[in-house]
């Protein structure tokens, strides 16, 4: 018995020296598998004509991971994108939990071998100050929160308001067409709001700047969820305004959407979301997006480009990163509104029209921009 | 006598740890085989895994940091099951646990860290140890079942921490569900600069072998083991059960809090809402891979560890789905949790040379 106990903890510890041994050997090894990877990642066969002078990124996603079908999976979608038309390379993580974020990135920057290390929400904020800080010369690039203070992140984020603008526009006309079915003869409109921060504001501030600049007279009905997290308050705050004769609610709330969705189902009425997976073809108007497939796009190029820096910028209409959505959509938008929604698309892409970020400054904005006031 | 039973316990140990040495040795070769199976190279994938984890500084530093909330809920159960009750509930001790230490750390100002911490950890303990010692209370005034108990309080504790740090306590312009950032006394030391491996490892072990030392060498953990044993021989002995379901229970769920306290005050610096990756459950089979001895734990919890600091490595730098990391960790834990299995494959070798000997002396009767 001892013996053989023995032999099998020898024979153990001679394995874990194999292998270990191998480690030691293999250290470049690493990063050939990693090229693989992304090799096997590149759809369009680029890697090899880049050579040296590629751009080469690591991304590290959420901890739903990939294939949930929304944000993770926008931006592996992005990453792509660049792949294809940028001919760059990169390899990600998917974290199982939150203490990930700070070894991932460690990881990354300690391969050195990456022009940036992406970090793609703001649950990683905390990990990339404490690793940033550590590499000064390793950069970072921090999509969709800001942080500031580090001359080595790079801060990409959308236009709040940007991002609800046309839809409010959309819905501001809808209310009062009889071509949409579902509207009712109220100017009404509602926004439930996530919560009174100032990102949360410069969102509703951007559909009421919407609804009022094509529809003055409208009045716009908001209240706070006070979380991104909570459905029911959300439903009972929708509920509350399509019995005050909303015909279209939308929200900016994350998850607690599921709620108002939920309200336009229950009293069948217009509800504008944020997310393309939560999309009800019969009741959905339309949906706010945020394209960050396109900030992961603007970021290669940046670096491609030599113009990347430590700042924060902010993407909207113009750049492609802000606007509606009609996607799953059953509700058919008649031609002329469109073309007027691409007419005010445009009159904000030349920088003719600057929204306003703060709920009590859209009045005023509208007195003095809007053709109808 | 007394050498008899010394030597029962000395192969009953021995037992356990060709168990689970054969458990894991069993689950890496089929592992292996799926990795096969499904285009990778065993080989290569397994240098992937234990390369780095084991063979550079910073990856047995992962290894490590990785196992340490493992063996604290490792222990919690272990030592739960001394007494033959099921603690389920570390996930939900471990939440509270992380959330007192991350408010006494955030909101007591102006201690050295020398104070501070040990404060941090006091109420880690302390919270963790109320609310495993409410269930042990219900359990002996009203005969309630613990495992129930435990599993719905862990809803409950799951929930409310995560209502705190969204709603009163929730840090200032965060977007996510956290608590404000504890102050830099209560930060746990860092063993090995840039990484994630804190004092509360050496917390850690040096609990389990005073966990260990007081199951052997005390009265009361005589009295543990013997109500664990046989109830009813405890209670000829003039052993008082419910005082020691109370107090081994409640200790149970102090070292789960504790898990939860290194993981704010040494990783994330503050309560973040749904921190961990199921550490209170994984402690289960850490436990079961160690027989339920604290000081095994130790062992099974870095074996968990260099898996899951593979399983880190791997997604950052080969294209081997990391599932397949958890695969054979599943394996482990399945060959330990069935032992039968184990142990016929242990007396496989025996048998066939049996039978090679009867074929033997078969042949020996033919020819002769």
């Known amino acids: ?373 | 006598m007394k050498e008899k039973t010394m030597n029962i316990k000395r192969h009953n140990a021995k037992q356990a740890i060709l168990t689970s040495v054969l458990a894991m040795v069993v689950s890496l070769v089929l592992g292996a085989i799926l990795l096969a199976i499904c285009g990778y190279s065993p080989i290569e994938s397994y240098i992937a895994i234990f390369g780095s984890s084991l063979g550079t500084v910073k990856g047995f530093a992962l290894s490590l940091s990785q196992a340490t909330p493992l063996l604290f809920t490792g222990m919690a159960f272990a030592i739960a099951y001394r007494v033959r009750m099921i603690n389920t509930g570390a996930e939900g001790q471990l939440y509270v646990g992380a959330m007192a230490a991350a408010l006494v750390g955030a909101y007591v100002t102006g201690l050295p860290s020398v104070v501070h911490v040990p404060l941090c950890l006091l109420a880690a303990a302390l919270a963790g140890g109320l609310v495993a010692g409410l269930v042990a209370f219900l359990k002996n005034r009203f005969g309630a079942n613990e495992i129930i108990l435990t599993l719905m309080l862990n809803e409950i504790l799951i929930l409310f921490t995560s209502y705190l740090a969204n709603g009163p306590l929730k840090a200032e312009g965060s977007g996510v569900g956290q608590t404000n950032r504890i102050q830099e006394s209560a930060q746990l030391f860092r063993l090995i600069p840039q990484t994630q491996l804190t004092i509360a490892l050496l917390v850690g072990i040096a609990l389990a072998v005073i966990l260990q030392l007081v199951l052997n060498r005390t009265a009361f953990g005589y009295e543990i083991q013997i109500t664990g044993y046989n109830l009813l021989a405890a209670r000829t002995a003039g052993i008082n059960a419910k005082r020691t379901y109370l107090l081994t229970f409640a200790i149970s769920g102090a070292v789960a809090g504790l898990g939860g306290a290194a993981m704010s005050l040494g990783v994330n610096y503050r309560f973040v809402e749904g921190f961990s990756a199921s550490y209170g459950f994984g402690g289960i089979s850490v436990a079961a891979l160690a027989a339920y001895s604290p000081v095994g734990v130790i062992l099974s919890s870095f074996l968990i560890g260099v898996l899951k600091a593979g399983a880190i490595t791997v997604n950052r730098t080969t294209d081997i789905p990391v599932e397949f990391v958890s695969v054979i960790q599943v394996l482990v834990i399945i060959f330990v949790a069935a032992p039968t299995l184990i142990r016929s494959l242990i007396a496989l070798p025996k048998k066939l040379a049996g039978r090679g000997k009867q074929a033997e002396v078969k042949k020996e009767g033919a020819n002769s």
């Open chain 1, 1 to 373: 018995m001892k013996k053989k106990l023995f032999a099998l903890v020898a024979m153990l510890l001679t394995l874990c020296m194999v292998l270990t041994a191998c480690g030691g050997n293999n250290a470049g090894s690493g990063n050939n598998t990693a090229a693989d990877n992304s090799g096997s990642n590149n759809a369009g066969g680029t890697t090899d004509e880049g050579g040296a002078d590629t751009v080469r990124f690591a991304v590290i996603f959420g901890v739903g991971g990939l294939g949930d079908q929304g944000y993770n999976d926008e931006v592996n979608e992005g990453c792509q994108m660049a792949v294809e038309q940028l001919g760059v390379e990169y390899d990600y993580s998917e974290p199982t939990d939150i203490s990930d974020f700070e070894t991932m990135l460690r990881g990354y920057a300690d391969d050195g071998i990456y022009d940036t290390i992406m970090v793609i929400s703001s649950e990683m904020v905390d990990a990339l100050t404490m690793v940033a800080a550590d590499y000064p010369d390793q950069k970072f690039t921090c999509i969709d929160s800001s942080v500031e203070g580090f001359d080595n992140i790079h801060c990409l984020t959308a236009s709040h308001p940007e991002q609800h603008f046309l839809s409010g526009v959309l819905a501001g006309l809808a209310t009062q067409d009889d071509r949409f079915a579902l509207s009712n003869a109220d100017n009404t409109l509602g926004f439930c709001i996530a919560m009174d921060t100032p990102t949360s504001n410069a969102q509703a501030a951007g559909f009421l700047a919407g609804a009022k600049y094509i529809n003055p007279d409208v009045e716009i009905l908001t209240s706070y969820i006070g979380g991104y997290n909570d459905p029911s308050t959300a439903k009972e705050l929708a509920t509350t305004m399509y019995e005050r004769g909303a015909d279209i609610v939308s929200t900016n709330s994350g998850s607690s959407a599921l709620g108002v969705f939920n309200a336009a189902e229950e009293q069948d009425k217009y509800v504008i979301g944020t997310s393309l997976a939560m999309v009800d073809g019969d009741h959905s108007l339309c949906t706010s997006m945020k394209y960050v497939q396109q900030m992961v796009l603007a970021e290669c190029q940046a670096l491609l480009d030599g113009t990347w820096g430590a700042r924060t910028d902010v993407y909207g209409i113009k750049d492609g990163v802000c606007d509606y959505s009609l996607e799953g959509v059953n509700t058919e938008i008649p031609q002329d509104i469109i073309d007027q929604l691409d007419e005010i698309k445009a009159l904000i892409s030349e920088g003719t029209l600057v929204l306003p970020t703060e709920i009590d400054a859209v009045d005023a904005w509208v007195a003095e921009n809007s053709p109808a006031a």
